[in-house]
């Protein structure tokens, strides 16, 4: 009899969301981290386009029965920051058929249960391509230029004690190696060629399009650049993708840039190598333990570090509010999405 009547209640909340839809009521959706990071690009705009269900301002109640109790019903979940959306998350959830993120990279997420639910997964696109880039080519501007070193040298009073600061190296002609030519590396690629760089790169599969040498070996890579950028996926595959063979191909002059996930270097080899001087130098957005960085690097005049925030302005957070709404519009009016990731 129980049974029953939970499957009557069930089939009642279906025939009234229906109805809802059919009313002109918005659309549900589960809004899954913490709620002020909706405020970051713009609560106001999407709330008058969604009801969101918040699990995250109900603390005292465990997420997964928060979800199992609350959230069975749910078609749609925008996931925030890099909160994990894990299998055990994902099957409390079994009328789920879209998960639109903010970020680029979907380490975060378990697509591999998403796949196996055919649950459609959307990522932020292009919308970081641009600042990336700039940012990424900022960073290796300061590391080789030693713009942040020179300026701590003259903010603490020893240019007239000491004298001239040493001098940094020109990015002009450099050999840059890219590892992950999407849309931020083939942004970064264009800069860098600007600065008439020696580009190659370093991707899933060869691209065909680009007239660049290709090397399906990192080390490889290593060792026919000064520079290497990394801007691919964090993976199984791609997980210390930097390691102590890496950097030592890459050499004593060599410049590691990394703006897209801590783990995809081996900290503690990069730690080593840059406090004995194997590697040149580096410039680091992302960190193994975040917001925990190595202490050994805040000595150091070769490194410049930055608190993740490389594909962050205020531009790109109105540019991504854009592609949230119009991924979950697309969803609910049964229309292409506008990002979707190829989950294969």
């Not at 190598?273 to 202490?295: M, R, S």
């Amino acid at each position: 009899m129980g049974e029953l009547v939970v499957d009557e209640l069930q089939v009642l909340q279906q025939y009234q969301e229906e109805e809802d839809e059919i009313n002109g009521l918005l659309p549900l959706v589960l809004l899954y981290g913490p709620t002020s990071l909706l405020s970051v690009f713009g609560s106001e705009a999407l709330e008058k386009k969604f009801i969101f269900l918040k699990p995250w301002e109900n603390p005292q109640v465990p997420i997964h029965e928060f979800l199992l109790t609350h959230a069975k019903n749910v078609k749609a979940c925008l996931c925030l920051g890099k909160t994990e959306l894990d299998s055990k998350a994902i099957q409390c959830l079994p009328s789920l058929q879209l998960v639109v993120t903010c970020a680029a990279g979907l380490n975060h997420i378990d697509l591999v249960e998403c796949r196996r639910r055919g649950i459609l997964v959307t990522n932020a696109g292009n919308v970081y391509a641009i600042d990336g880039a700039d940012y990424c080519v900022g960073l290796l501007l300061d590391v080789l230029l030693r713009v942040s070193a020179a300026d701590r040298y003259v903010r603490s009073g020893i240019w007239p004690l000491k004298g001239e600061y040493r001098l940094g190296s020109k990015l002009n002609g450099k050999r840059v190696g890219i590892i992950g030519l999407g849309s931020i590396g083939t942004e970064v690629m264009k800069r860098l060629l600007g600065f008439n760089c020696k580009i190659s790169y370093n991707s899933r599969s060869k691209k065909p399009w680009i007239p660049y040498p290709y090397y399906s070996s990192v080390y490889d890579l290593a060792v026919n650049n000064d520079v290497l950028i990394l801007l691919c996926s964090l993976t199984d595959e791609t997980y210390h993708v930097i390691n102590k063979e890496v950097l030592a191909a890459l050499g004593k002059d060599g410049v590691v840039i990394n703006i897209g996930r801590g783990p995809l270097i081996d900290e503690k080899e990069l730690v080593r190598c840059l406090v004995n001087g194997e590697i040149g130098g580096a410039g680091l957005d992302v960190f193994e333990n975040e917001p925990q960085v190595p202490k050994e690097l805040l000595t150091l005049d070769n490194v410049v570090l930055s608190p993740h925030k490389a594909v962050f302005t205020p531009e790109s957070f109105i540019e991504l509010q854009e592609l949230i709404v119009g991924n979950l519009e697309a969803y609910f009016m049964k229309k292409p999405l506008l990002s979707l990731y190829k989950n294969e």
